[in-house]
């Protein structure tokens, strides 16, 4: 076993059950993130009452306790050392607090707390107990395996498991809302068939997997955490882009509800159109990691960027007075979502290994804790824009609309997610780690051979 910096690297292979075990906690987890993304500000505007103005200021301090909460989270597991490994542990503990407070997410408070105030605190928790799955779990695919092949197959799977997990509940959350009753009771029911569904994927992470890495006994201190993050210059270029694109995406899971009822004139529409954007994504999901092995991820992806622009600008000229056309349409757009959803991933693996390099430390914890904070990061930032938009267009809760907020939320779907494709070029432009510089990298920590 060859030493070098703080790990000691061996040569295990992944096997099946892993790779069915991770892909399967990915989906669980997905149709809990999915859900909150796409129906939380519905559920706080039509349910709870809340304006939503007040429920975007609700995301915005969220996000600013998450810009502690999840670095820390990420130094805790770097902290981390037992007979299970340093991230496995989680899966066993975590998985019941996630599964009551997704519930309580989607409840109305039953005592004296006031309906905003109940979102506050459980909105907030629901964000920390999600941070303590996701950051072990996707530092999972760092040391299930020091193969860079292994790497990219366990990154590809759980990316292609995310949309799956999202894709079912765009299908089934409306007809489950109405099987249980529909309003609030309805909601929180499907959040507890959900949540239970990503119990089970979590205790089969915890199961099923294996941690391949070695690790020694000197840990990763609070000011190594910062440095890894802040002096990461092509980590921060990634996550840039990566907080844009999950606007793009957040806009679109949280506008499609308001779109199909007020736009399209019923809810039965949502799990059509939702799955014009999710279907031809898995497609995108080939087609991206194809030509990123031929050209390279970052020309890939700024060919995929451009498309997707061009077409949500053509998606707002078509207009939706032909709903068919329209989801024609969005369905062949929809193919290129998938290239940031894998290819950035694969981007930011990369970067550990280039800060191993820089500062003889490898991390996982910490730099997965980045995606985490920027996952949710995007999801607020979305919802306090969304929010900001429906009291701008006169969005008004239960009401037929008027001409000009139907339009204005058809802007929304296309406008908006296509301005933020333009701003998320800009720190892809400008990433200068290319496949042949990791090269270069892995062949000086002594993996060259080994990982291609």
């Known amino acids: 076993m060859k030493e070098k910096g703080n790990l000691a690297y061996s040569n295990g292979k992944v096997k099946f059950r892993e790779y069915f075990a991770f892909s399967f906690g990915v989906f669980g987890q997905n149709m809990i ?58 899966f066993l503990y975590a998985p019941i607090p996630l599964l009551i407070i997704i519930v309580l997410l989607f409840s109305t408070p039953s005592f004296n707390i006031g309906n905003l105030m109940w979102a506050y605190v459980t909105y907030i928790a629901y964000g920390m107990i ?60 499907t959040a507890l068939l959900y949540g239970v569904i990503a119990f089970v994927g979590f205790m089969g ?22 440095n890894l993050i802040i002096k990461n210059t092509p980590l921060l270029k990634i996550l840039s882009a990566q907080v844009l694109i999950i606007i793009v995406n957040s806009i679109i899971m949280a506008t499609v509800m308001y779109y199909c009822i007020y736009v399209l004139g019923s809810d039965g529409y949502v799990p059509i159109l939702s799955a014009s954007f999710v279907f031809p994504m898995i497609v995108g999901f080939i087609i991206a990691l194809k030509l990123g092995n031929r050209l390279g991820k970052k020309r890939a992806l700024i060919i995929f960027i451009v498309l997707r622009f061009i077409g949500f600008i053509l998606l ?14 969005n369905a062949i757009v929809s193919i290129t979502f998938g290239a940031p959803e894998v290819l950035l991933p694969s981007m930011m693996v990369e970067t550990i290994d280039y800060m191993e390099l820089k500062t003889g430390i490898r991390a ?83 993996r060259g051979n080994k990982n291609g």
């Open 130 to 189: 999600y941070t303590i799955m996701d950051i072990p779990m996707w530092s999972m695919t760092s040391v299930m395996s020091t193969n860079q092949i292994e790497r990219n197959r366990l990154i590809t799977c759980g990316k292609t498991a995310a949309p799956l997990g999202i894709v079912l509940v765009s299908l089934v959350t409306v007809p489950l809302i109405k099987i249980f009753g529909g309003g609030a009771s309805g909601y929180r029911m």
């Open 316 to 329: 707002y000229f078509v207009g939706y007075e032909n709903i068919y056309i329209f989801i024609g349409i």
């Open 33 to 90: 993130g999915g859900f909150v993304v796409a129906y939380i500000m519905i559920f706080y505007t039509d349910y709870l009452g809340i304006a939503s103005t007040a429920a975007g200021t609700l995301f915005f301090v969220a996000r600013l306790w998450d810009a502690i909460n999840d670095p820390m989270m990420g130094f805790l597991t770097e902290q981390t050392r037992t007979r299970w490994g340093k991230f496995r542990p989680y």
């Open 205 to 226: 992470l915890f199961l099923f997997t294996k941690e391949r890495m070695t690790y020694s006994e000197k840990k990763v201190t609070l000011k190594d955490s910062i």
């Open 364 to 446: 996982e914890g910490v730099i997965w804790s980045t995606q985490t904070f920027i996952a949710k990061t995007g999801g607020a930032l979305a919802g306090i824009l969304l929010g900001i938009l429906l009291k701008f267009i006169e969005y008004v809760p239960n009401e037929v609309q008027t001409v000009s907020t139907i339009n204005g939320l058809h802007g929304i779907l296309t406008l908006v997610p296509a301005a933020a494709l333009l701003l998320a070029l800009v720190p892809v432009m400008v990433y200068k780690l290319d496949e042949k510089k990791h090269r270069e990298i892995l062949r000086a920590l002594g």
